[in-house]
């Protein structure tokens, strides 16, 4: 079918003058979109009502579509490089899209189990694969400021659940005039709820399709104007050289990276978790918190703010000061704050909320640099693949970052008595886990030649671009 | 495809370039400025 074939990578190579800024708010477009993920705590306490059922029965239902999103990426990364981003972005957003439609139908129905299938399973490949589909294009039009490329696209995985949740609230407030979000214990009714998965599901079909419309990969050896890839490859650890999926996993320097990830979402997970109740137990004073639930809220908005902006500013920054130099910085200075927030983040609010906003965006930066990291390591060759099953480690963070710091907290008391000295022994337990991602960021090293790929004469043809890149 | 197929028109490419930022910033927009709304109870409350 002619559409179908209009998916290929063969009839997606750019035409000369074909201009590279079209391609990051293609890329965003898709992580705006999937970004959604986040926002699920909004109709969160709806479903527990529709379902009459436990926070855990819902809560796996977000469980699902994270382990999925990094099964997905790991396994279908290698598919994305080889069918390129236009045909993966088309299927990210066919599954995303389906997951919304199955997990309607299971409301309507009130078959928890197709939400299960629908949301968590489907959604979540579409999850993996849309993450990843982008990256690896972005790295080969932006050669000379990855950084700044892969930080646009993954700031929007951040913004997309900015986007979503305030959306979510006043598609529910339409569709159920009885619920009122300004009202935590209001919950709306099964049928608004089947009218927002409708809603999200076709509108978030429709935007993915502008990404899938304007995405390109540059023609085999295109460069911008100007552009010399001998001044990027003269700074340490950046390689002009090509290696595998299937190689760059059996090198020391993925697994230290995979540690390096896994160690810097693990910390930020620590505060994202608990964000609302932690701000008000540091500030609690004969068993009442000083902080307002709304004070609280405005927190978390201002903390996912940090996040969002810490994905561009700082993965932009690392172009200019270097991958290592820059996780360094995440880590190094992640262990300075965590302890801080733990020695004297009671001192005063001001105090708590800046360390607290200077972390989630350390945390933000650790997400949107790994993959000019990796392209510097491995090369462009499969650069999306290698991403694809080093997003194994926010997995496992993810599962490892809560249980930590609920360990924790539960041994201490019970939530609404706890105060700032109880959260001291997660924080330092996250100083530790920190310094480990430090000392292995410390370790990473060029990736020896036996893992390069062979390189052929078609390697040599170059064409740059004649116009200034735009 | 042919080469003239390929080649974009510099009109249409510069409105493709205009919707495309238009709709990230118009969403992100819409995002971030509700959820400084939210933020501002911080302050205020």
Request: proline fraction near 6%; charge should be positive.
């Amino acid at each position: 079918m002619p559409f179908l074939s209009a998916l290929d990578r063969a009839h997606t190579v750019a035409p000369p003058g074909y201009s590279r800024w079209l391609i990051p708010p293609a890329a965003l477009s898709v992580h705006l979109c999937i970004g959604q993920a986040y926002a699920t705590s909004v109709y969160k306490n709806s479903l527990i009502s529709h379902f009459d059922t436990s926070q855990t029965a819902i809560g796996i239902i977000f469980s699902i579509a994270i382990v999925m999103l990094g099964l997905s990426a790991a396994v279908g990364g290698t598919w994305v490089e080889a069918n390129g981003p236009r045909k993966a972005m088309f299927v990210s957003a066919c599954f995303w899209a389906a997951g919304f439609l199955v997990g309607a139908l299971g409301i309507a129905t009130t078959q928890l189990w197709l939400v299960y299938l629908g949301y968590g399973l489907l959604g979540g490949i579409g999850l993996g694969i849309g993450y990843i589909s982008p990256v690896s294009t972005l790295i080969k039009w932006f050669p000379d400021r990855p950084g700044l490329a892969t930080g646009l696209a993954i700031m929007g995985f951040g913004g997309g659940a900015l986007l979503a949740s305030p959306l979510s609230r006043q598609l529910l407030s339409f569709y159920d005039p009885d619920y009122n979000p300004a009202n935590a214990s209001s919950v709306a009714s099964g049928g608004a709820l089947v009218g927002l998965f409708l809603t999200l599901g076709l509108g978030y079909f429709v935007i993915m399709m502008f990404g899938v419309v304007n995405v390109r990969v540059p023609a085999p050896g295109w460069r911008p104007a100007g552009f010399d890839p001998g001044t990027v490859a003269a700074r340490p650890l950046v390689t002009r050289a090509s290696v595998s999926a299937a190689h760059a996993v059996r090198t020391r320097s993925f697994w230290l990276l995979w540690v390096v990830l896994f160690c810097n979402v693990t910390a930020g997970i620590g505060i994202l978790e608990q964000a609302s109740p932690m701000i008000q137990d540091f500030f609690r004073e004969n068993g009442v918190s000083t902080v307002a639930v709304a004070a609280a809220g405005g927190f978390v908005g201002l903390l996912s703010l940090f996040n969002m902006a810490g994905r561009f500013v700082w993965s932009s920054t690392s172009d200019l000061i270097g991958r290592k130099p820059i996780y360094l910085l995440y880590l190094g200075g992640g262990m300075v704050l965590y302890a801080l927030l733990a020695a004297v983040g009671h001192a005063s609010t001001a105090l708590f909320v800046l360390l607290a906003c200077v972390i989630l965006s350390f945390y933000g930066g650790g997400f949107a640099t790994v993959p000019a990291y990796l392209r510097d390591l491995f090369g462009t060759f499969q650069v999306g693949a290698i991403h694809g099953r080093l997003l194994t480690a926010w997995s496992a963070a993810g599962v490892a970052g809560p249980l930590i710091i609920n360990g924790f907290l539960d041994a201490q008391g019970k939530p609404g008595t706890l105060t700032a000295e109880a959260y001291r022994p997660a924080l330092f337990t996250m100083v530790g886990v920190l310094a480990v991602g430090f000392v292995a960021n410390l370790l990473i090293r060029p990736v020896p030649e036996r893992f390069h790929e062979p390189t052929g004469p078609a390697a040599e043809i170059v064409v740059e671009e004649k116009e200034p890149s735009r | 495809m042919t080469r003239d197929e390929n080649q974009p028109a510099v009109g249409q490419q510069r409105l493709r370039l205009w919707a495309s930022w238009l709709l990230v910033v118009v969403l992100l927009g819409y995002g971030v400025v509700q959820t400084a709304r939210t933020a501002v109870n911080l302050f205020t409350h």
